[in-house]
Nanobody, 127 residues
Framework: HVQLVESGGGSVQAGGSLMLACVAS??????????MGWFRQAPGREREEVAA????????RYADSVKGRFTVSRDNAKNTLYLQMNSLKPEDTADYYC???????????????????WGQGTQVTVS
C-alpha cells in the first residue's frame, strides 16, 4: 500500500519560510498517475486542503488563504512532493499532512475523505 512520509516542519517566526517534503513509496502505478495534496489541521479545527496537484500535469490548486505564499513542486524521479511556504503567518500554525490518491481520471478529489493514503503529519508553528 502507499506510504507517505512528511518532513520539514518546525518553528519559525512570522514572515519566515519552511519547506515541507513528502516522500511516497509503495505506489502501484507511476508517480504521475496520482493526485497528491497538502492538508493542514489546527487544534479544534477541521482538516483543510492547502494545495493539490495531479502529478501528470503542472496545475496545482491552492486554498485562497495560501495563494501567493505557498508553492507546490515535485521531483518525480524521487517520488517527492514539496510545499514551499513563504511569508508564514501565525494562522498557518497546524499539523501538515500529505495525501495521495490514484487518479486514472487525471483529477484531484475535492474532499479530504477521498484521499485514501495519508502521511503521519509534520508540525508547523509560526509565532
Amino acid at each position: 500500500h502507499v506510504q507517505l512520509v512528511e518532513s520539514g516542519g518546525g518553528s519559525v517566526q512570522a514572515g519566515g519560510s519552511l519547506m515541507l517534503a513528502c516522500v511516497a513509496s509503495g505506489l502501484t502505478d507511476s508517480y504521475t498517475s496520482y493526485c497528491m495534496g497538502w492538508f493542514r489541521q489546527a487544534p479544534g479545527r477541521e482538516r483543510e486542503e492547502v494545495a493539490a496537484i495531479y502529478l501528470g500535469v503542472d496545475n496545482a490548486r491552492y486554498a485562497d488563504s495560501v495563494k501567493g505564499r505557498f508553492t507546490v513542486s515535485r521531483d518525480n524521479a524521487k517520488n517527492t512532493l514539496y510545499l514551499q511556504m513563504n511569508s508564514l503567518k501565525p494562522e498557518d500554525t497546524a499539523d501538515y499532512y500529505c495525501a495521495a490518491v490514484w487518479s486514472p481520471l487525471r483529477l484531484c478529489p475535492l474532499r479530504p475523505s477521498n484521499f485514501p493514503s495519508w502521511g503521519q503529519g509534520t508540525q508547523v508553528t509560526v509565532s
